[in-house]
């Protein structure tokens, strides 16, 4: 794989860091995952309660390919074993709250004198440094702050939040095309990097084009009302969310004879007189009207006959039937604890192949002695840390599991 021989160590809990984390390890690097004694936060919560035989569905979407040690950082021994991981590492990763990963011991001076050439990579809620650096940062919050909130949602209505995780799982790639960037860097210049990512600036990034119109354009709050129909406040009717008799359809940017054409409709003919921006709330209350006696197939057929931008919207019970995202083999079946369930696969290909799933750390510290081994740590050592409990390790020395704590 493309990152075949790098080693990543990452200090990662919640979904931007581990998301991060995941997508190098989907690539090929050997990605040890730091956890605490009792376990990742993603471990111990998931969204509407969903767990496959004991293991967090928050845990399985951003965890995949990530070798577990599990370390009390407090403690003496726990740093040292720390500290060797962080010396025989390409890349650390971590997303503490500012700040507590160089109280833990790790500030970058230490981290300079342990490897000259590590890639040190942060991810944060709103930065490391500025007024808000003590604030929590999670997905909604962000959306909030960054007006991803007040921008998708309408003033007439209600602010409307995205329906999944957006900044976070952006951020997390953000996060990764840093570090990969800091490794071409370190290959031609044989030098380290700190990278700093952050939620808020992720769901900035996310916003480029409207942000850019916006602010370019002179408006102000007001530009954000429009019909219920319309997608974006910055694109010209008829872009967005319309009826059919059984379902809804959006609909993109085209030419209004073509639309009215498609539809047999005079109130769309006489649409041709509008300013599909100025006007865009007429023009879709028309259209929506117009829609809304068709059938999805009925509608598709008329569009796809003259070239007519548009598409069925689709719920998550429609995906895993969905011929392209099939031959795409977006989803990937796997079977946990006896039960086979479906994950989302990596996003790229490469060389015309999906990354395959190496492995799954289902326990906590499902590699600690495996990794501590690696380290030079003897026997005796290895059972030493266990004890003391500065490591906890799920598996026995015959490497059978064990029950976790």
Known sequence: MLLKGIKVVSFCHFLQGPAGAQYLADMGADVIKVEPPGGAHERHWSGAGVYVEGVSGFFLCANRNKRSIAIDLKSPEGKEVASRLIAAADVVMENFRPGVFARLGFDQATLDRLNPKLIFASASGFGSSGPMVKKPGQDILIQAHSGLIGATGNPAYAPTPAGFAVVDQHGGALLAMGILAALVRRLREDKGTRVEA??????????????????AGGFGREVFSREKNLATWFHEAPYGVYPVSDGHVVISLCETEVLADALDSAAMRDAVTLDRYKDRDEYARRLSAATAGFSMAELGERFDARGIWWSPIKYYDDLLADPQLTHAEVFRKITIRGRTIH???????????????????????????????????TADEIARLIRSEAVAASRDEQGEAVAAS
């Open 198 to 215: 952050s939620l808020l600036n992720a769901g900035i990034d996310l916003q480029g084009e409207a942000l850019t119109n916006f602010f």
């Open 343 to 377: 994950l989302v696969n990596h996003p790229n290909r490469y060389d015309g192949q999906v990354p395959d799933v190496r492995v799954l750390a289902l326990e906590i510290g499902e590699h600690s002695r495996e990794i501590l081994h690696e380290l030079g740590y």
